[in-house]
């Protein structure tokens, strides 16, 4: 049976939309939520390309230059409690 999980990360950005990669190919259902500002590096920025590139949802919670969808900390605690279960990385 498929889950909703939410991967839920500050500094491990890019293992994050990894794992959230491979929960699709399980045909899990993932989102990845960044609680601080997206990390300039060249893993992680890889990582939201690939996440980009199949739709997979990947949030921020810092309003900044990545292009992400923003969301405040309250409304992205009011969406996880629509998941299967919390992955905290």
């Given at each position: 049976?498929?889950?909703?999980?939410?991967?839920?990360?500050?500094?491990?950005?890019?293992?994050?939309?990894?794992?959230?990669?491979?929960?699709?190919?399980?045909?899990?259902?993932?989102?990845?939520?960044?609680?601080?500002?997206?990390?300039?590096?060249?893993?992680?920025?890889?990582?939201?390309?690939?996440?980009?590139?199949?739709?997979?949802p990947v949030y921020c919670t810092a309003q900044g230059p990545?292009?992400?969808?923003?969301?405040?900390?309250?409304?992205?605690?009011?969406?996880?409690?629509?998941?299967?279960?919390?992955?905290?990385?």
């Amino acid at each position: 049976m498929a889950k909703k999980i939410a991967l839920i990360t500050r500094h491990r950005q890019a293992e994050a939309m990894r794992m959230a990669l491979g929960l699709t190919l399980l045909e899990d259902e993932a989102e990845v939520f960044i609680l601080q500002d997206l990390l300039d590096d060249d893993a992680t920025a890889n990582q939201l390309r690939q996440c980009q590139s199949v739709d997979l949802p990947v949030y921020c919670t810092a309003q900044g230059p990545a292009g992400l969808p923003y969301l405040d900390l309250a409304e992205a605690a009011q969406r996880w409690t629509q998941f299967d279960r919390l992955v905290t990385l």
